[in-house]
């Protein structure tokens, strides 16, 4: 199934602005809509700061923290499950992977952060970085950017046994060649952030394209793990645009066994601040936000696989999908048991 849902946002991305009763009314609404998990932002410095804060127990990350926590408690009563994204302030050279410093924060700051969620089972998933990417891009750039990567999803993963990815952006990506391959291994989902249109297949914007998009996804299928979309959207400006572009995305990403699409983005509080923002005003959504539509795969195909295997037809399953796997196993039984 491809599951659709959206990144919920707030002011200065700590949450305070969303009241109880405000986030059951977003929540209320995400559950109607089918979601089943959402996503929520830390970043890690202050309102306009452009450095992290040097202590990870700093009161602006005690108040994220402690918003967070009281939104997932809200987002249990209507079966949402969260995914923490861990952002970066700066993701350009020089701020993160090639100063030792800013290294060790962001260190320290994911491994605080994931000692602060892991103990909860409603969350679900962790993110770091965001849209890594780098200029004057040399071999020996790439390595040290690489295995600063390499080692965050090490620290984060030696903390908990939740899933831990890469938010990277399509164009800036292992697929592109300006990371290590290796790091679709060490992930265990792969996160591309793509605005890609899929009504202008020959368009490419911010160095995506769809022969990546696919190369991304066949890499996560050959890996056996899933394949998230962590954004995409349109802008707000014209509604009729913004809806029919989600409507194209959504249904050209699930015929393609995309597993999970999280919209960019749903920020309520101050919807006019967000140019790709799913909510108006008044917590009023946007019509493009309907068209965030879970759907199956395909069952025949499915069934026809499943059927194939089990009369003995050569197949190459190549998906690493356990589901596939599954129902072939389970139509096998039926046909060696008369069933």
Sequence with gaps: MTTCSAELLSNGNRYADITDDEAR????????????????????????????????????????????????NIAKNYGLKINIDLHTWNRYTGDIAFDSQQRQIYTDYVKYMVQQFRGDFNIK??????????????????????????????EAKALTSKPV????????????GEFFESL???????CRNTYLDARNPDHAIWGSTWPLFNDALNNAKNLGKEFWVTEFG??????????????????HTTTLEVDRLFAWSVQPEDWSAQEYNLFGANYVPTPAFYELVSTPF???SQFNLARSLAAGGAVFLSTGRADLAVIAGLVGGLVRRGG
Aim: glycine content about 6%; some cysteine; aromatic content about 14%.
């Design 25 to 72: 009314t977003i929540f209320g609404i995400f559950q109607a809509q089918g979601f089943k998990e959402t996503t929520l932002r830390i970043m890690p410095f202050g309102v306009g700061g452009v450095k992290m804060y040097t202590n990870v127990n700093s009161s602006y990350n005690q108040a994220t923290i402690s918003n967070i926590k009281r939104l997932n």
């Design 298 to 300: 395909t069952p025949i």
């Design 125 to 154: 998933t962790f993110m770091v970085f965001n849209e890594p990417m780098y200029s004057n891009q040399t071999a020996a750039r790439k390595t040290t950017f690489s295995n600063f990567l390499t080692s965050i999803i090490n």
């Design 184 to 190: 679709n291994v060490s992930c265990d989902f792969l």
């Design 234 to 251: 349109a802008h707000y400006s014209n509604l009729v645009n913004q809806r029919e572009y989600m409507k194209a995305f959504v249904e």
């Design 165 to 176: 990815s890469i938010r990277f952006s399509l164009g800036d990506s292992p697929e592109t």
